[in-house]
């Protein structure tokens, strides 16, 4: 009976200790100083970036397209096809509109003839003008021959009077002929201009025969083909797209949007590098060529098209690849920059009030100061902290410009090789597991 009563004694006094160790444990958990991460102020060149995607296209496309409708006849190109300026790349059926232009042809030989017989009926009625006037010429001889025999009693008054209405009628007849003159001359005007109308059909016949050749407007490569031998295509409202036709693929261009926010940093000029998952880890050189005044909202966000030029000499680049830009908005020499960690660390709960007491303005302005800056390298004023005796100590500093990683900052406290703090780390007692069961085993 002894041995089963010291068994229990120990048992008893084990679990007393395994328990005072995990109470302790918890005790100097909860009361232990938290130990911190602290990186070195550095001192060198920074280089401020703004950093978007965007996508590969040519410097020029031509959307290639038919000004008639038809079915197509031949297509002489496909993809990646290198093409000629005035190259035939297509045909569309010409017979119907062959037949337009013999049509137009007809009608114009029709209207000439018009204008020839115009011109016969003038030269008709100018005769018989010419014959009246004779005629009227004599009357009027007669006329005056027979007023003088009626002077001398030779004949009578009627033989007079019937002259003069001779010549009067002749003279009427004459007016009437000149009339018809004008008449056959405006005629052969309006003929003329049938003419015209016939000849301006007969050229728009010819162009809409000379369309059903589709040719490429610029020499380069078609990266684009939307059709086939045989398929119709309709231009009743406007052209279709039968080809998309790229002039030069050694000169590319990113077109990327930049946000409402950053786009004040992007200048004409500045120097930019892209990458593409095609080809990773290289890096592509480019320059800011554009920077387009309209804005583009896509879901209540306001953003700018940059236009970035890639050269590809080695037609590496596609268009259509996805580019990941970076764009150098400022370089700065001789500067010292901080983490970016530590502009966003925020004392523990329990050193807050501590840290908050020895500087003005607490933890307020280093909040304010992380937002503030949130790596974009916007100016303005943040908070870092150091260790001074195993305390926090907040430090103002004035923030310049930044590169996502690290941030231009300016303090009179600070130097460089200062230590400042970036975060905290877990005591080596909370990293130790804990015993399956609470504590040893009793055999």
Do not use: C
Request: charged share 20%.
């Amino acid at each position: 009976m002894n041995w089963i009563k010291k068994r229990w004694i120990w048992l008893v006094l084990a679990i007393v200790v395994v328990a005072s160790i995990l109470a302790y444990q918890v005790w100097a958990s909860k009361h232990a100083e938290p130990a911190y991460r602290t990186a070195k102020i550095e001192k060198g060149m920074l280089t401020a970036s703004v950093a978007a995607s965007g996508t590969l296209q040519p410097v020029m496309s031509v959307q290639v397209g038919s000004q008639v409708s038809g079915q197509l006849k031949e297509v002489l190109v496909d993809f990646n096809s290198l093409v000629k300026k005035d190259q035939l790349i297509a045909r569309i059926d010409p017979e119907t509109f062959e037949y337009k232009v013999r049509q137009a042809e007809a009608d114009l030989e029709a209207a000439r003839a018009q204008v020839l017989t115009q011109q016969a009926m003038i030269v008709a009625q100018r005769a018989v003008v010419s014959q009246i006037d004779v005629s009227l010429a004599d009357a009027r001889r007669d006329f005056e021959r027979k007023q003088q025999l009626q002077a001398k009693n030779f004949i009578s008054g009627a033989d007079v009077d019937k002259a003069r209405a001779t010549a009067n009628a002749l003279a009427e007849q004459l007016k009437a002929a000149q009339a018809q003159v004008e008449v056959a001359r405006a005629n052969a005007g309006n003929v003329a201009a049938v003419v015209k109308q016939r000849e301006a059909s007969l050229a728009q016949a010819r162009v809409d025969l000379a369309r059903t050749a589709i040719r490429a407007p610029v020499s380069g490569v078609v990266i684009k083909r939307s059709v086939d031998k045989g398929q119709t295509v309709a231009a009743s409202l406007q052209a279709p797209e039968l080809f998309i036709i790229a002039e030069n693929l050694t000169d590319m261009r990113v077109d990327t949007s930049i946000d409402e926010s950053e786009i004040g940093k992007i200048k004409v000029g500045q120097r930019a590098s892209f990458t593409v998952d095609a080809f990773p880890g290289k890096v592509f050189d480019g320059k800011v060529q554009q920077v387009r005044k309209a804005a583009q909202t896509v879901s209540n966000v306001v953003t700018y098209l940059v236009e970035v030029s890639a050269a590809n000499p080695d037609l590496q680049l596609l268009p259509g690849m996805t580019a990941n830009v970076r764009i150098v908005t400022d370089v700065r020499e001789g500067v010292l920059k901080v983490p970016n960690a530590a502009l966003r660390f925020r004392p523990p709960q329990n050193d807050k009030d501590k840290s908050e007491r020895k500087g003005s303005g607490g933890g307020a302005g280093n909040s304010a100061g992380g937002r503030q800056h949130g790596g974009r390298g916007a100016p303005g004023s943040a908070r870092v902290y150091q260790l001074q005796a195993g305390k926090l100590v907040p430090l103002p500093v004035q923030l310049g410009a930044s590169d996502g990683l690290m941030t231009e900052v300016n303090a009179p406290a600070l130097s460089e090789g200062s230590e400042v703090v970036i975060g905290t780390l877990q005591s080596a007692d909370s990293k130790r597991p804990v015993p399956m069961g609470g504590g040893p085993r009793m055999f």
